[in-house]
């Protein structure tokens, strides 16, 4: 067990507790988080609120009766349409604001400088790199497990396919979640935008092993992604 | 066609009054709804123990990773899996359908409606006996070799439809069976529900006189009987691929697996709300109780209801935003599920506006009702995050899903469920429940739900998984560890705090006051039969005159005015 973070992050400022985003598009999605965070936040406290202040004040004490409201006229239910209709305009404000988020993370594949195969298996992430020449099925293609060397700065096109079950890529730092799934072939992007070792769990329940399931994803400044290119290919 | 349903009713009574039905016919083969009833709301609370205490091993592992649990040992990662898919298909199937639509289903709708009996009651007693024979099945499936299901309470093929992939061969076969037997008993159940309040209404009991519990049992049944068929088809092909060599969901020979995703969810999401629907009923029931005042606007909550039930049909696919489906679906599902937030905050709303001016007693169902209201706010509103599908390519398989649906279904079963347990407790079995352990019972296991399932937002915002068994695996989570012990240490104090309810139980049941007809002066027909109601109900059937919830009536001197009570002038 560890300590208790510093200075005692309070259990309800969310925004807090995501990891450090070093990804292109993960400054848009903690956006629609923070977004719909703080919207649902105003709400809790202004229902939790009227809720706890209905309650003191319209406790039973001798001598006083409920009045009789059924809430059946439509003057009195405007109490309740008018912020029924404040929702039903901030359900549509949280749609228009992701709809595009949604496109540009999973929709809109840009160019990509790099692409590799991810092909995952109980319980391991078999990493592909096309190699040299850049084209997969040719013999400088080069395999990996559980290790994932990108450069950082650059779109890098993961294809993704399983062996067997489905398994979901989950880059923490990057925002970036996608399910594997036996007989299709998916394909996620992302750009780094930080060079460091991150951790790349799978997040979808996949046998006795998917507990502890990881790879590790390693973002290159320019010149140590030359450095590793050349050491892995140095025999070619 | 009513009117002769209830004559062979009438007739039927005066034969009984008669002859006194012995043991076994009085609390085993019986076919009276109020003991059918209870059969459900027994075998519920025992596999709500069995339930718990997976939960208990399962937090054990979680915060304190690969040490022996006491009382159990240690849990290596395929019994946490099973653990995790037993867990879940015990309290989804076999807590929470039991105690909120079997028993208490069973118990009110007669009751409610004023009829003598369910439409069917030899159908209702193979229901609850179809149900027990799924109890079995389950309860034997951790025994088989390999052990029980453990692909999760989704099942998803391939890994559930292959043996190789688990380790796990009868368990899934029994568990694919017992959900089958399971589904079989709610649909018997369903269609009694449906056919019983639409024919056995007693006179004067229009539709729009209905208390609102019965609408919400109502429609519940009605999104099981049209959503459970796909997932029959899809678990008969399961079952297919998995004996016979079928390949509908393994790709190797063209099958796909996202089709059993669609099966399961275009049922999944209605079923939550066959859980969640009658828990909102109990709660809807309660206010106006102890508010003394009518539920504001009845009808828009009758509407809002059946609208939340048909959006629920076509939201299903925000269970699969990131599963590889065309992202270009994605969208329109996070419109539609959004959308649902507009008749859940209307009913939210008017349960607020109810307690307006109202004259608000804080007996223990009160409180469990108003402990419902504001967890439930929490759960609804923590639900946009998952429903809005960009949010949800990190949300969702995290921790933050987790604790979303143990605000909703877990606080309906409990906060909901125990609402509607101190309620009609003195009507079901004729004692009072003591008013104090109830107040310590409900105050611990508040304080204790907040502990377990508050911090589980925090840790699942931190990348946590839903179904990992050991979160040091994983260096991104050590720094949080302490979430989990935080959590783990409520999960055992909010078991320990049902040692109230017990010992409440007992002490009832065997020194307890004996119960009035009418304890909290409500207005429900349910509450002019005595208490318990014997076999048939009443002696002679009451007539009903108004709506459900006439309460602190203007030109009435009592607050309450019961709907089977004659006025020169009625009030509505």
Redesign the interface.
């Known amino acids: 067990?560890?300590?208790?973070?510093e200075g005692g992050v309070p259990?309800l400022n969310?925004m807090r507790?995501?990891?450090e985003n070093v990804s292109t598009y993960g400054g848009?999605?903690d956006a629609?988080?923070s977004l719909?965070?703080y919207?649902?936040l105003v709400?809790?406290f202004l229902?939790?609120g009227?809720?706890a202040a209905?309650?003191i004040l319209?406790?039973?004490?001798e001598g006083?009766?409920?009045?009789?409201?059924?809430?059946?006229r439509l003057k009195?239910?405007a109490?309740?349409l008018v912020?029924?209709l404040i929702?039903?305009g901030l359900?549509f404000w949280?749609?228009l604001r992701?709809?595009p988020?949604?496109?540009k993370?999973?929709?809109q594949v840009p160019p990509a400088a790099l692409s590799i195969q991810v092909t995952a298996k109980?319980f391991n992430w078999e990493i592909l790199y096309a190699g040299p020449d850049g084209v997969f099925g040719t013999s400088d293609d080069l395999q990996r497990e559980n290790e994932l060397h990108v450069p950082v700065n650059k779109v890098v096109r993961v294809v993704l396919k399983s062996k067997?079950?489905?398994h979901?890529f989950?880059l923490?730092?990057l925002?970036?979640?996608?399910?594997?799934?036996?007989?299709?072939t998916?394909e996620a992007w992302f750009e780094a935008t930080q060079p460091g070792q991150y951790?790349l769990?799978?997040?979808?329940?996949?046998?006795?092993?998917?507990?502890?399931m990881?790879g590790w994803l390693y973002v290159h400044p320019p010149e140590e992604y030359e450095k590793w290119v050349r050491e892995q290919w140095r025999s070619s | 066609m009513a009117d002769t349903a209830f004559a062979t009713v009438a007739e039927h009574s005066a034969h009984v009054h008669d002859v006194k039905p012995g043991f076994w016919h009085t609390y085993v083969f019986s076919t009276d709804h109020k003991t059918i009833g209870k059969q459900y709301l027994c075998i519920g609370l025992i596999w709500a123990v069995v339930g718990g205490l997976l939960a208990y091993v399962m937090r054990w592992q979680l915060a304190w990773p690969d040490t022996a649990v006491p009382g159990w040992g240690e849990v290596?990662?395929?019994v946490?899996?099973m653990m995790?898919t037993m867990h879940g298909t015990i309290m989804v199937f076999f807590v929470a359908m039991p105690i909120l639509l079997g028993a208490y289903g069973n118990f009110l709708i007669p009751l409610m409606i004023g009829a003598r009996d369910m439409a069917f009651p030899r159908l209702n007693m193979l229901s609850v006996w179809v149900f027990a024979f799924a109890s079995l099945v389950l309860f034997l499936s951790f025994f088989v070799p390999g052990g029980a299901a453990?692909?999760?309470w989704t099942g998803?093929p391939?890994?559930s439809a292959k043996v190789e992939?688990?380790?796990v061969n009868w368990g899934m076969n029994l568990w694919i069976l017992a959900l089958a037997l399971e589904f079989a008993s709610f649909l018997m159940g369903g269609v009694n529900y449906l056919t019983t309040a639409i024919t056995l209404r007693v006179p004067g009991m229009t539709f729009f006189r209905l208390p609102l519990v019965v609408w919400q049992q109502l429609t519940a049944a009605t999104l099981f009987l049209l959503s459970v068929g796909p997932l029959i088809a899809g678990a008969v092909m399961l079952l297919l691929d998995r004996t016979i060599g079928t390949h509908f969901y393994l790709?190797?020979l063209g099958?796909?697996?996202?089709l059993w995703q669609h099966l399961f969810w275009f049922f999944g999401h209605p079923e939550v709300y066959v859980i969640l629907l009658p828990a909102l009923g109990f709660v809807l029931e309660v206010l106006p109780v102890f508010?003394?005042?009518?539920?504001?606007?009845?009808?828009?909550i009758i509407y809002s209801t059946i609208a939340a039930g048909g959006l629920s049909f076509v939201v299903w696919a925000h269970h699969m935003f990131?599963?590889?489906m065309d992202?270009?679906l994605?969208?329109p599902f996070?419109?539609t599920t959004?959308?649902i937030?507009?008749p859940f905050?209307?009913i939210?709303?008017?349960m607020?506006?109810?307690?307006?001016?109202?004259?608000?007693?804080?007996d223990t169902p009160m409180l469990f009702a108003?402990g419902f209201?504001?967890m439930f706010?929490?759960g609804g509103?923590?639900g946009?995050?998952n429903g809005?599908?960009?949010?949800d390519?990190?949300?969702?398989?995290?921790y933050f899903v987790v604790a979303h649906f143990h605000y909703t279904l877990f606080s309906s079963v409990v906060f909901g469920g125990f609402a509607g347990f101190y309620f009609w407790f003195s009507k079901m079995f004729g004692r009072l429940l003591n008013e104090t352990l109830g107040k310590v019972h409900f105050w611990l296991t508040l304080v204790c739900f907040n502990l377990t399932f508050?911090?589980m937002?925090?840790?699942g915002?931190?990348?946590m998984?839903r179904?990992?068994?050991?979160p040091l695996?994983?260096?991104?989570l050590?720094?949080?560890?302490?979430v989990n012990?935080l959590v783990t240490v409520g999960a055992i104090l909010l078991l320990a705090a049902q040692i109230p309810l017990v010992l409440n139980i007992a002490w009832s049941l065997l020194a307890g006051r004996a119960a009035p007809a009418n304890p909290w002066e409500a207005n429900t027909l349910e509450w002019t039969a005595p208490s318990p109601p014997p076999h048939l109900n009443w002696e002679t059937l009451p007539v009903v005159y108004r709506g459900p919830y006439e309460?602190?009536?203007?030109e009435v001197r009592e607050?309450w005015l019961p709907q089977d009570q004659a006025l020169a002038a009625p009030s509505r």
Not at chain 2, 388 to 391: D, Q, T, V
């Open positions: 067990m560890t300590a208790w973070p259990m969310w507790w995501l990891p848009d999605i629609v988080i719909i965070y919207v649902t709400w809790f229902t939790l009227t809720l209905f309650l319209y406790r039973r004490r006083r009766r409920a009045a009789y409201v059924t809430g059946d009195e239910s109490w309740i912020p029924l929702v039903l359900d949280l749609d992701g709809a988020v949604w496109a993370v999973k929709s109980q067997d079950v489905i979901s989950f923490p730092n925002r970036l979640k996608q399910d594997v799934v036996p007989g299709r998916i951790e769990p799978c997040a979808e329940l996949c046998g006795f092993g998917h507990s502890g990881k | 290596g990662p395929e946490y899996n995790v453990s692909a999760g998803y391939p890994l992939y688990t380790g790709p190797d099958g796909d697996p996202l508010s003394r005042k009518p539920i504001f606007s009845y009808r828009g990131v599963s590889g992202p270009r994605a969208m996070s419109i959004i959308l937030s507009v905050a209307f939210v709303f008017a607020i506006a109810t307690l307006w001016r109202g004259s608000i007693r804080f108003l209201l504001a706010i929490v509103l923590t946009i995050f809005s599908a960009p949010a390519i990190y949300i969702s398989d995290t508050f911090p937002h925090n840790i915002l931190a990348g998984g179904r990992i068994a050991n695996q994983y260096e991104f050590v720094p949080h560890q302490w012990v309460y602190s009536v203007p607050e």
